[in-house]
């Protein structure tokens, strides 16, 4: 018999115990290989006095922080922070080399302070600044993808022209010099490039020269689309030319790196892009705040790939006994609205979930206000959907835009449809829910309330993402749907994706799968066609960790119920909304969570 956390309640609209989490099976000690480990973590003492190991930790973070918005200006810029936005980072061995020192540096200084000494937020705040500058020098030193992905470089030119022409934080005219400052920049970006790239996996440097052409593209067409909406013809006319000119030369210029790319990098991309065991591990451990095993996360993945398939037998039954799941799910999935349809549809959904969020009650939501819904621009079209928001420090420019990615005009007819399956129409609301309402937009509302800059700079993936993804199952849970079996079907689907890139990452990266045969066990895990599973499992070969969505959603589960719990033998009522709205406020890593929410509390995380 299942555990409790896999079965599914009786009675449908209530909020589920059933995946409270999908790991009952086990907190592990982070493996040797995870070394050197982090410290224990104290327990934080409630006090309304800071220590002075506090005001040391205060003063440390606030010196790092500038440091590394100085070392990362087009993040400092995503951020909401302007003062290196005509910066761009130096991309040189020399500089990374550099980096990685002042890190060991930093690293040393925060090892050198009294941690249980500190109280409160503090506690907190020292533990994801260890677990940040040992993530970054495992990348730097050991990972080393600025020795082989031109992704990232290509990253660094759209992000950091995008980033000063999408969001009017300041007049246009301040944002034009930043643009013709960074654009100046741009040679030695791809001088570097040029200088440290070696031994590419072949899955990069394709992505690289497709994500590099968009990136012309964006250049050539969409920039100055963009700055002309904003009024671009009021500028003056002798900086309109000096930005006209900054742009052409660009625009050759990434147009070269990507004849480059396809020319010289792809012929010879013969690297490997696994990352072996040990460093799939203490990525996972540093990044997430999760130290599990590869081999305990392949039996959970495993364990709750049965479980969700196992539902979807019962849901699809409900629709028509006398097919296969896996044919009522083909058919849900070619149920979806044209390409010309995505766009409205999604608009429409967008506001039924807010009133459904509202009506119900769910979670406190700071404002009314909704994102754009848009087609995803050009230059960022690898995933199916996103959502771009301001950065944490935001003052002026707060739109945020729901990215939607249609169908592109060179795909075969057979290639489109295989596209639009991820949009059928179930799928879709849970999309929206997702990235929206109340996922990732609300989890923007909450940004300002969260109560340190630490914690806003270095939110990790598995809180970001498996909050949005837990609310897909949550909202079902609560009714969305009216108990329609294609709505359940749809979340599960989506369940089963996370579940399918868990088994890709931990197949490409550890135990040695092809990316043929992994693509292939995505779409029987997921219900996909091998076009869209083959493009999801390419996204594996360079975002390893991109389990994170069905860790964070399982720890988010089991956190809720571990709470209720708590509450209850306190002789404490448990309220969704309550819940909901301390977790978003807090903006910690889940396995801190438990901490701040449950002092005293020893219990893992994933269990």
């Given at each position: 018999m299942l555990p409790e956390a896999f079965r599914k309640p009786e009675t449908p609209g209530r909020a589920m115990i059933h995946l409270r989490t999908l790991s009952r099976l086990l907190l592990l000690a982070c493996l040797a290989a995870c070394a050197p480990r982090v410290k224990a973590l104290p327990?934080?003492?409630?006090?309304?006095?800071?220590?002075?190991?506090?005001?040391?930790?205060t003063r440390f973070a606030r010196e790092y922080l500038d440091w590394y918005y100085a070392q990362n200006p087009v993040r400092a810029t995503a951020l909401g922070l302007h003062r290196y936005d005509g910066e761009l980072p130096d991309l040189s061995a020399e500089a990374h080399e550099r980096k990685a020192r002042e890190l060991r540096d930093w690293l040393a200084r925060l090892e050198r302070m009294d941690a249980t000494a500190l109280t409160g937020d503090a506690v907190f705040d020292a533990r994801i600044l260890e677990n940040a500058l040992r993530a970054d020098l495992l990348e730097l030193e050991e990972v080393r993808e600025w020795r082989r992905n031109p992704m990232a470089y290509n990253g660094v030119i759209v992000g950091g022209l995008a980033s000063l022409s999408s969001r009017e934080f300041a007049p246009l005219e301040e944002r034009l010099r930043s643009l013709v400052a960074r654009m100046g920049r741009l040679p030695a970006v791809i001088a570097a490039a040029k200088a440290n790239l070696a031994d590419v996996p072949r899955p990069w440097a394709e992505q690289a020269v497709k994500d590099t052409q968009g990136t012309v593209l964006y250049l050539?067409?969409?920039?100055?689309?963009?700055?002309?909406?904003?009024?671009?013809?009021?500028?003056?006319?002798?900086?309109?030319?000096?930005?006209?000119?900054?742009?052409?030369?660009?625009?050759?210029?990434?147009?070269?790196?990507?004849?480059?790319?396809?020319?010289?990098?792809?012929?010879?991309?013969?690297?490997?892009?696994?990352?072996?065991?040990?460093?799939?591990?203490?990525?996972?451990?540093?990044?997430?705040?999760?130290?599990?095993s590869a081999e305990q996360l392949r039996e959970l993945?495993?364990?709750?790939?049965?479980?969700?398939?196992?539902?979807?037998?019962?849901?699809?039954?409900?629709?028509?006994?006398?097919?296969?799941?896996?044919?009522?799910?083909?058919?849900?999935?070619?149920?979806?609205?044209?390409?010309?349809?995505?766009?409205?549809?999604?608009?429409?959904?967008?506001?039924?979930?807010?009133?459904?969020?509202?009506?119900?009650?769910?979670?406190?939501?700071?404002?009314?206000?909704?994102?754009?819904?848009?087609?995803t621009p050009p230059y960022a079209r690898m995933g199916f959907a996103s959502m771009d928001t301001p950065g944490p420090f935001e003052q002026r420019a707060t739109e945020a835009w729901y990215n939607i990615t249609n169908v592109e005009p060179g795909w075969t007819p057979e290639q489109k449809a295989q596209h639009l399956t991820y949009f059928n129409r179930a799928g879709l609301l849970g999309i929206t829910v997702h990235e929206a309402m109340p996922g990732h937009f609300v989890q923007l509302l909450y940004e300002?309330?969260?109560?340190?800059?630490?914690?806003?700079?270095?939110?990790?993936?598995?809180?970001?993402?498996?909050?949005?993804?837990?609310?897909?199952?949550?909202?079902?849970?609560?009714?969305?749907?009216?108990?329609d079996p294609a709505v359940r079907l749809g979340q599960l689907r989506r369940a089963l994706q996370r579940h399918a890139r868990w088994h890709a990452a931990l197949a490409l990266h550890v135990f040695g799968e092809s990316v043929e045969a992994a693509a292939k066990r995505y779409a029987e895990i997921a219900y996909f066609e091998p076009f869209p599973a083959l493009r999801e499992v390419h996204r594996g070969t360079f975002n390893p960790t991109y389990l994170y969505y069905a860790l964070?959603?399982?720890?988010?589960?089991?956190?809720?119920?571990?709470?209720?719990?708590?509450?209850?033998?306190?002789?404490?009522?448990?309220?969704?909304?309550?819940?909901?709205?301390?977790?978003?406020?807090?903006?910690?890593?889940?396995?801190?969570?438990?901490?701040?929410l449950m002092p005293g509390d020893t219990a893992p995380s994933l269990r």
């Open positions: 327990e934080p003492a409630p006090t309304a006095m800071s220590t002075p190991a506090d005001a040391e930790l050539r067409r969409d920039l100055g689309q963009a700055l002309e909406a904003q009024g671009l013809a009021r500028v003056d006319a002798r900086l309109r030319e000096e930005f006209e000119a900054a742009r052409k030369k660009a625009e050759g210029e990434v147009e070269g790196f990507a004849r480059w790319l396809e020319k010289e990098v792809l012929p010879q991309a013969h690297g490997d892009f696994r990352l072996g065991k040990a460093l799939f591990e203490r990525k996972l451990a540093l990044e997430e705040h999760v130290e599990l993945n495993e364990r709750a790939i049965r479980f969700y398939q196992e539902w979807v037998a019962r849901e699809a039954a409900r629709i028509d006994p006398k097919r296969t799941p896996a044919q009522v799910m083909e058919a849900i999935t070619k149920d979806h609205p044209p390409a010309e349809e995505l766009i409205p549809t999604a608009r429409r959904q967008l506001q039924e979930v807010q009133r459904f969020v509202m009506d119900k009650g769910l979670v406190t939501l700071p404002s009314e206000r909704l994102p754009l819904v848009r087609e300002a309330r969260i109560p340190t800059e630490v914690r806003k700079v270095f939110a990790p993936a598995s809180l970001v993402e498996g909050w949005a993804h837990y609310t897909e199952q949550m909202m079902v849970d609560e009714g969305l749907g009216g108990g964070g959603r399982m720890q988010i589960l089991q956190l809720r119920e571990d709470y209720r719990r708590h509450l209850e033998a306190r002789g404490q009522p448990f309220s969704l909304r309550d819940f909901h709205d301390r977790l978003l406020k807090l903006g910690l890593p889940l396995s801190l969570a438990r901490k701040a």
